[in-house]
Protein backbone atom coordinates (compact mmCIF):
# COMPACT_ATOMS: atom_id res chain seq x y z
CA UNK A 1 0.00 0.00 0.00
CA UNK A 2 1.17 3.45 -1.40
CA UNK A 3 1.06 5.88 1.35
CA UNK A 4 1.80 9.64 2.06
CA UNK A 5 4.98 9.98 4.90
CA UNK A 6 5.85 13.43 4.09
CA UNK A 7 3.18 15.70 2.52
CA UNK A 8 3.20 19.98 2.79
CA UNK A 9 -0.11 21.19 1.08
CA UNK A 10 -1.01 24.72 0.31
CA UNK A 11 -5.04 26.02 -0.23
CA UNK A 12 -7.60 28.38 0.00
CA UNK A 13 -10.82 28.43 2.40
CA UNK A 14 -13.38 31.19 1.56
CA UNK A 15 -10.47 33.14 0.44
CA UNK A 16 -7.97 32.27 3.87
CA UNK A 17 -4.76 30.77 2.51
CA UNK A 18 -3.14 28.04 4.32
CA UNK A 19 -1.12 25.21 4.59
CA UNK A 20 -0.96 21.62 6.23
CA UNK A 21 2.56 19.82 6.98
CA UNK A 22 2.43 16.15 8.11
CA UNK A 23 5.57 14.28 8.95
CA UNK A 24 5.86 11.12 10.64
CA UNK A 25 5.96 12.34 14.79
CA UNK A 26 7.57 10.07 17.18
CA UNK A 27 10.18 9.59 20.30
CA UNK A 28 12.81 7.66 20.59
CA UNK A 29 13.97 7.13 16.67
CA UNK A 30 10.43 5.31 16.56
CA UNK A 31 7.57 6.13 14.80
CA UNK A 32 4.59 6.81 17.58
CA UNK A 33 1.50 8.38 14.88
CA UNK A 34 1.62 11.36 12.55
CA UNK A 35 2.44 15.33 13.52
CA UNK A 36 0.63 17.66 11.55
CA UNK A 37 0.91 21.26 11.24
CA UNK A 38 -1.77 24.38 10.24
CA UNK A 39 -0.82 27.26 9.24
CA UNK A 40 -3.13 29.92 8.73
CA UNK A 41 -3.03 34.08 8.86
CA UNK A 42 -3.33 35.80 12.22
CA UNK A 43 -6.57 37.02 13.67
CA UNK A 44 -10.11 35.58 14.12
CA UNK A 45 -10.47 34.08 10.67
CA UNK A 46 -7.53 32.19 10.68
CA UNK A 47 -8.21 30.56 14.35
CA UNK A 48 -11.28 29.61 13.75
CA UNK A 49 -9.99 27.98 10.31
CA UNK A 50 -7.19 25.94 11.85
CA UNK A 51 -9.75 24.84 14.65
CA UNK A 52 -12.64 23.56 11.65
CA UNK A 53 -9.59 21.92 10.23
CA UNK A 54 -8.34 19.86 13.64
CA UNK A 55 -12.06 19.01 13.75
CA UNK A 56 -12.51 17.47 10.56
CA UNK A 57 -9.21 15.63 10.41
CA UNK A 58 -10.05 14.08 14.13
CA UNK A 59 -13.40 13.33 12.47
CA UNK A 60 -12.24 11.85 9.64
CA UNK A 61 -9.87 9.80 11.64
CA UNK A 62 -11.98 8.61 14.39
CA UNK A 63 -14.25 7.53 11.08
CA UNK A 64 -11.61 5.19 10.04
CA UNK A 65 -11.88 1.24 10.74
CA UNK A 66 -8.01 0.36 10.22
CA UNK A 67 -7.62 -0.49 13.82
CA UNK A 68 -10.60 -0.30 15.53
CA UNK A 69 -12.12 -3.51 16.69
CA UNK A 70 -8.80 -5.23 16.04
CA UNK A 71 -5.85 -6.17 18.39
CA UNK A 72 -2.85 -3.69 18.34
CA UNK A 73 0.54 -3.22 20.37
CA UNK A 74 3.79 -1.24 19.39
CA UNK A 75 6.25 -3.26 17.64
CA UNK A 76 9.06 -0.86 16.82
CA UNK A 77 11.66 -2.05 13.84
CA UNK A 78 14.04 0.45 12.07
CA UNK A 79 12.81 2.34 8.96
CA UNK A 80 15.40 3.22 6.19
CA UNK A 81 13.25 6.03 5.49
CA UNK A 82 14.08 7.70 9.09
CA UNK A 83 12.66 6.29 12.19
CA UNK A 84 10.42 2.73 12.38
CA UNK A 85 7.28 1.43 12.16
CA UNK A 86 5.16 0.80 15.34
CA UNK A 87 1.77 -0.23 15.22
CA UNK A 88 0.99 -4.15 14.81
CA UNK A 89 -2.06 -5.90 14.64
CA UNK A 90 -2.33 -9.32 16.38
CA UNK A 91 -4.83 -12.05 14.62
CA UNK A 92 -5.62 -13.65 18.24
CA UNK A 93 -6.99 -17.24 18.16
CA UNK A 94 -10.33 -17.70 18.87
CA UNK A 95 -11.10 -18.96 22.03
CA UNK A 96 -14.74 -20.38 23.13
CA UNK A 97 -16.35 -20.61 26.13
CA UNK A 98 -15.96 -24.29 26.69
CA UNK A 99 -12.20 -23.65 25.57
CA UNK A 100 -12.27 -21.42 29.34
CA UNK A 101 -11.29 -24.33 32.10
CA UNK A 102 -11.72 -22.15 35.32
CA UNK A 103 -13.54 -22.99 38.57
CA UNK A 104 -16.90 -21.82 39.07
CA UNK A 105 -16.48 -18.80 40.83
CA UNK A 106 -13.89 -17.47 39.08
CA UNK A 107 -15.79 -18.08 35.74
CA UNK A 108 -18.97 -15.81 36.90
CA UNK A 109 -16.47 -13.50 39.01
CA UNK A 110 -15.81 -13.03 35.39
CA UNK A 111 -18.58 -12.90 33.29
CA UNK A 112 -20.25 -10.48 36.10
CA UNK A 113 -17.26 -7.79 35.35
CA UNK A 114 -17.32 -7.98 31.71
CA UNK A 115 -19.63 -9.62 29.39
CA UNK A 116 -22.28 -8.14 32.70
CA UNK A 117 -20.16 -4.78 33.01
CA UNK A 118 -20.55 -4.21 29.02
CA UNK A 119 -24.12 -5.02 28.90
CA UNK A 120 -24.88 -2.83 31.78
CA UNK A 121 -22.77 0.00 30.67
CA UNK A 122 -25.12 2.49 28.98
CA UNK A 123 -27.75 2.52 31.44
CA UNK A 124 -24.63 3.10 33.80
CA UNK A 125 -23.66 6.07 32.52
CA UNK A 126 -27.56 7.02 32.59
CA UNK A 127 -27.19 7.07 36.39
CA UNK A 128 -24.32 9.03 36.28
CA UNK A 129 -22.03 6.00 37.59
CA UNK A 130 -18.48 5.84 35.93
CA UNK A 131 -18.24 3.40 33.19
CA UNK A 132 -14.44 2.96 32.71
CA UNK A 133 -13.24 -1.11 34.37
CA UNK A 134 -10.38 -2.15 35.89
CA UNK A 135 -9.69 -5.56 36.41
CA UNK A 136 -6.69 -8.25 38.05
CA UNK A 137 -6.20 -11.13 37.00
CA UNK A 138 -3.53 -13.06 39.18
CA UNK A 139 -2.51 -16.31 40.09
CA UNK A 140 0.61 -19.08 39.55
CA UNK A 141 2.33 -19.12 36.21
CA UNK A 142 0.37 -21.08 33.85
CA UNK A 143 -2.90 -21.20 34.97
CA UNK A 144 -4.84 -19.28 32.16
CA UNK A 145 -4.40 -15.85 32.46
CA UNK A 146 -3.20 -14.67 29.52
CA UNK A 147 -5.47 -17.71 27.21
CA UNK A 148 -8.66 -15.73 29.52
CA UNK A 149 -7.55 -12.46 27.65
CA UNK A 150 -8.02 -13.68 23.90
CA UNK A 151 -11.25 -15.17 25.13
CA UNK A 152 -12.47 -11.55 26.44
CA UNK A 153 -11.24 -10.30 23.10
CA UNK A 154 -12.94 -12.66 21.18
CA UNK A 155 -16.51 -11.84 23.03
CA UNK A 156 -15.69 -7.82 22.42
CA UNK A 157 -15.38 -7.50 18.41
CA UNK A 158 -16.19 -3.77 19.01
CA UNK A 159 -13.38 -3.37 21.24
CA UNK A 160 -9.89 -2.24 20.40
CA UNK A 161 -7.49 -4.34 22.27
CA UNK A 162 -4.19 -2.73 23.27
CA UNK A 163 -1.44 -5.58 24.18
CA UNK A 164 1.05 -3.59 26.69
CA UNK A 165 4.46 -5.95 27.36
CA UNK A 166 6.94 -4.47 30.27
CA UNK A 167 9.65 -3.66 27.54
CA UNK A 168 6.55 -1.42 26.04
CA UNK A 169 5.88 0.80 29.07
CA UNK A 170 8.07 3.62 27.72
CA UNK A 171 5.13 4.12 25.32
CA UNK A 172 2.48 4.36 27.43
CA UNK A 173 1.24 7.94 27.16
CA UNK A 174 0.63 6.69 23.25
CA UNK A 175 -1.37 3.40 24.42
CA UNK A 176 -3.52 6.06 26.82
CA UNK A 177 -3.97 8.19 23.94
CA UNK A 178 -5.27 5.21 21.34
CA UNK A 179 -6.98 3.99 24.36
CA UNK A 180 -9.62 6.83 24.48
CA UNK A 181 -9.04 7.72 20.82
CA UNK A 182 -10.32 4.14 19.57
CA UNK A 183 -12.80 3.43 22.71
CA UNK A 184 -14.53 1.45 23.16
CA UNK A 185 -11.26 -0.34 24.14
CA UNK A 186 -9.76 -2.84 26.36
CA UNK A 187 -6.08 -2.52 27.39
CA UNK A 188 -4.48 -5.24 28.75
CA UNK A 189 -0.84 -4.25 31.04
CA UNK A 190 0.50 -7.96 31.98
CA UNK A 191 3.18 -8.84 34.21
CA UNK A 192 1.60 -5.82 35.99
CA UNK A 193 4.33 -6.47 39.36
CA UNK A 194 7.45 -5.68 36.50
CA UNK A 195 5.75 -1.79 36.03
CA UNK A 196 4.38 -1.33 39.22
CA UNK A 197 6.39 -3.20 42.07
CA UNK A 198 5.93 -2.10 45.59
CA UNK A 199 8.00 1.29 46.09
CA UNK A 200 10.56 -0.38 48.98
CA UNK A 201 11.28 -3.28 46.01
CA UNK A 202 12.17 -0.64 43.62
CA UNK A 203 15.82 -0.48 41.97
CA UNK A 204 15.69 2.88 40.68
CA UNK A 205 14.34 6.12 40.25
CA UNK A 206 13.36 5.44 37.08
CA UNK A 207 11.22 2.46 38.06
CA UNK A 208 9.37 4.96 40.58
CA UNK A 209 8.93 7.76 37.24
CA UNK A 210 7.04 4.61 35.00
CA UNK A 211 5.08 3.82 37.96
CA UNK A 212 3.91 7.45 38.48
CA UNK A 213 3.36 7.94 34.99
CA UNK A 214 0.75 4.61 35.08
CA UNK A 215 -0.99 5.75 37.95
CA UNK A 216 -1.38 9.57 36.41
CA UNK A 217 -2.67 8.05 32.81
CA UNK A 218 -5.29 5.79 34.48
CA UNK A 219 -6.64 8.44 36.93
CA UNK A 220 -6.42 10.96 33.96
CA UNK A 221 -8.89 9.03 32.08
CA UNK A 222 -12.61 10.63 32.15
CA UNK A 223 -14.69 8.40 34.20
CA UNK A 224 -17.58 7.59 31.46
CA UNK A 225 -14.74 6.49 29.16
CA UNK A 226 -15.45 3.05 27.42
CA UNK A 227 -12.19 1.80 28.36
CA UNK A 228 -11.69 -1.92 30.63
CA UNK A 229 -8.46 -2.42 31.63
CA UNK A 230 -6.78 -6.06 32.71
CA UNK A 231 -3.82 -6.52 34.14
CA UNK A 232 -1.84 -9.90 35.20
CA UNK A 233 0.66 -10.70 37.71
CA UNK A 234 2.33 -13.89 39.03
CA UNK A 235 3.48 -12.04 41.67
CA UNK A 236 0.47 -10.13 43.63
CA UNK A 237 2.24 -9.58 46.65
CA UNK A 238 4.73 -7.27 45.09
CA UNK A 239 2.12 -4.82 43.68
CA UNK A 240 2.97 -1.54 44.54
CA UNK A 241 -0.30 -0.56 47.19
CA UNK A 242 -1.37 2.94 45.67
CA UNK A 243 -2.35 0.90 42.56
CA UNK A 244 -5.17 -0.17 44.31
CA UNK A 245 -5.84 2.09 47.03
CA UNK A 246 -7.52 4.83 44.81
CA UNK A 247 -11.10 3.63 43.63
CA UNK A 248 -11.15 3.52 39.57
CA UNK A 249 -7.73 2.19 39.19
CA UNK A 250 -8.62 -1.50 39.90
CA UNK A 251 -12.60 -2.53 41.02
CA UNK A 252 -11.73 -6.16 41.04
CA UNK A 253 -9.58 -8.66 41.45
CA UNK A 254 -10.18 -12.11 39.79
CA UNK A 255 -7.75 -15.04 41.65
CA UNK A 256 -6.77 -17.99 38.83
CA UNK A 257 -6.08 -20.54 41.05
CA UNK A 258 -4.39 -24.06 40.17
CA UNK A 259 -6.75 -26.53 38.48
CA UNK A 260 -8.94 -28.53 41.00
CA UNK A 261 -9.98 -32.12 40.44
CA UNK A 262 -12.66 -30.96 37.80
CA UNK A 263 -10.66 -28.39 35.97
CA UNK A 264 -7.11 -31.07 35.73
CA UNK A 265 -10.16 -33.81 34.27
CA UNK A 266 -11.99 -31.07 31.95
CA UNK A 267 -7.98 -29.91 30.47
CA UNK A 268 -6.86 -33.56 30.36
CA UNK A 269 -9.71 -33.96 27.45
CA UNK A 270 -9.18 -30.63 26.28
CA UNK A 271 -6.07 -30.97 25.89
CA UNK A 272 -5.76 -34.85 24.56
CA UNK A 273 -6.31 -33.46 20.88
CA UNK A 274 -7.14 -36.74 18.95
CA UNK A 275 -5.88 -38.96 21.70
CA UNK A 276 -8.48 -41.23 23.29
CA UNK A 277 -8.65 -41.39 26.79
CA UNK A 278 -10.09 -43.94 28.97
CA UNK A 279 -11.97 -43.02 32.16
CA UNK A 280 -9.51 -45.31 34.57
CA UNK A 281 -6.37 -43.41 32.81
CA UNK A 282 -8.18 -40.11 32.94
CA UNK A 283 -8.79 -40.95 36.91
CA UNK A 284 -5.26 -41.71 37.20
CA UNK A 285 -4.04 -39.08 35.30
CA UNK A 286 -6.49 -36.16 37.67
CA UNK A 287 -4.69 -37.75 40.53
CA UNK A 288 -1.30 -38.19 39.59
CA UNK A 289 -1.02 -34.21 38.52
CA UNK A 290 -2.44 -32.45 41.76
CA UNK A 291 -0.88 -29.16 42.57
CA UNK A 292 0.06 -28.59 38.10
CA UNK A 293 -0.99 -25.70 36.48
CA UNK A 294 -3.07 -25.99 32.96
CA UNK A 295 0.39 -25.50 30.97
CA UNK A 296 1.60 -28.47 33.05
CA UNK A 297 -1.73 -30.62 31.47
CA UNK A 298 -1.22 -29.20 28.25
CA UNK A 299 2.51 -30.12 27.46
CA UNK A 300 2.02 -33.48 29.54
CA UNK A 301 -0.68 -34.38 26.76
CA UNK A 302 1.81 -33.41 23.93
CA UNK A 303 4.54 -35.34 25.57
CA UNK A 304 2.22 -38.69 26.42
CA UNK A 305 1.30 -37.96 22.35
CA UNK A 306 5.04 -38.15 21.23
CA UNK A 307 5.44 -41.48 23.72
CA UNK A 308 2.39 -43.16 21.77
CA UNK A 309 4.00 -42.61 18.63
CA UNK A 310 7.79 -43.72 19.94
CA UNK A 311 6.02 -46.44 21.24
CA UNK A 312 3.63 -47.28 18.20
CA UNK A 313 0.94 -47.64 20.38
CA UNK A 314 -1.68 -45.44 18.05
CA UNK A 315 -4.23 -42.78 19.20
CA UNK A 316 -5.45 -44.65 22.06
CA UNK A 317 -3.57 -43.56 25.19
CA UNK A 318 -2.05 -46.02 27.23
CA UNK A 319 -1.03 -46.45 31.24
CA UNK A 320 2.56 -46.70 29.50
CA UNK A 321 2.91 -43.81 27.55
CA UNK A 322 1.67 -41.67 30.61
CA UNK A 323 4.00 -42.59 33.05
CA UNK A 324 7.10 -41.99 30.96
CA UNK A 325 5.81 -38.91 30.39
CA UNK A 326 5.25 -37.66 34.33
CA UNK A 327 8.74 -39.60 34.55
CA UNK A 328 10.26 -36.86 32.30
CA UNK A 329 8.83 -33.65 33.32
CA UNK A 330 8.63 -34.64 36.92
CA UNK A 331 11.96 -36.43 37.84
CA UNK A 332 14.43 -36.75 35.31
CA UNK A 333 14.22 -32.73 34.69
CA UNK A 334 14.97 -32.08 38.57
CA UNK A 335 13.14 -29.47 40.53
CA UNK A 336 14.31 -26.67 38.10
CA UNK A 337 12.31 -28.60 35.18
CA UNK A 338 9.23 -28.87 37.74
CA UNK A 339 9.35 -25.57 37.96
CA UNK A 340 9.63 -24.02 34.70
CA UNK A 341 6.86 -26.51 33.76
CA UNK A 342 4.66 -25.46 36.09
CA UNK A 343 4.76 -28.37 38.62
CA UNK A 344 6.21 -27.26 41.29
CA UNK A 345 3.66 -28.21 43.75
CA UNK A 346 3.79 -31.81 43.50
CA UNK A 347 6.38 -32.26 45.05
CA UNK A 348 4.73 -31.34 48.41
CA UNK A 349 1.75 -33.39 47.27
CA UNK A 350 1.79 -36.64 44.87
CA UNK A 351 5.57 -37.22 45.47
CA UNK A 352 5.61 -37.16 48.97
CA UNK A 353 2.58 -39.60 48.96
CA UNK A 354 4.23 -42.00 46.65
CA UNK A 355 1.27 -41.87 43.94
CA UNK A 356 4.48 -41.64 41.49
CA UNK A 357 6.90 -44.51 41.47
CA UNK A 358 10.47 -44.49 39.69
CA UNK A 359 10.36 -48.17 38.49
CA UNK A 360 8.05 -48.42 35.75
CA UNK A 361 8.71 -45.25 34.46
CA UNK A 362 12.80 -46.19 34.68
CA UNK A 363 12.05 -49.43 32.48
CA UNK A 364 9.89 -47.64 30.02
CA UNK A 365 12.75 -45.25 29.16
CA UNK A 366 15.00 -47.55 29.03
CA UNK A 367 12.76 -49.72 26.35
CA UNK A 368 12.25 -46.37 24.48
CA UNK A 369 16.31 -45.42 23.86
CA UNK A 370 16.82 -49.21 23.41
CA UNK A 371 14.41 -48.83 20.04
CA UNK A 372 16.65 -45.66 19.31
Known sequence: VRFVKIGFWLSREK????????????????RTGVHVEVAVPSGEPGAQLSQDLFRDLELAVSKDRTYRGRVISFEGHIDPMGGGSM????????????????????????????????????????????TRKGLLFYGPPGTGKTHTIHYVASQLPNHTTLLVTAEQIVFLS?????????????????D????????THMHGPGEELLLNKLLNEMDGLREDADVLFILTTNRPDQ???????????????IEFPLPDEEGRAKLTKLYSRALQISEELLSV???????????????????CAQFQIELSAGNVLTQAAV?????????????????????????????????????PFTALSSRIVRRD
Open 15 to 30: HLPFAILMAPGGRFGL
Open 323 to 359: DAALEEMLFTGGALNRRLLGGEAVEQTTMQTGSLSHG
Open 239 to 253: IEPALAARPGRIDQA
Open 192 to 199: IDLIARER
Open 174 to 190: EYFRLARFLQPSMMVIE
Open 87 to 130: VKVHRLAKVNREDVILPAKTLAMLDRNVAGFMAAREQLRSLHFQ
Open 285 to 303: IVTRTKGVSAAFIKELMRR
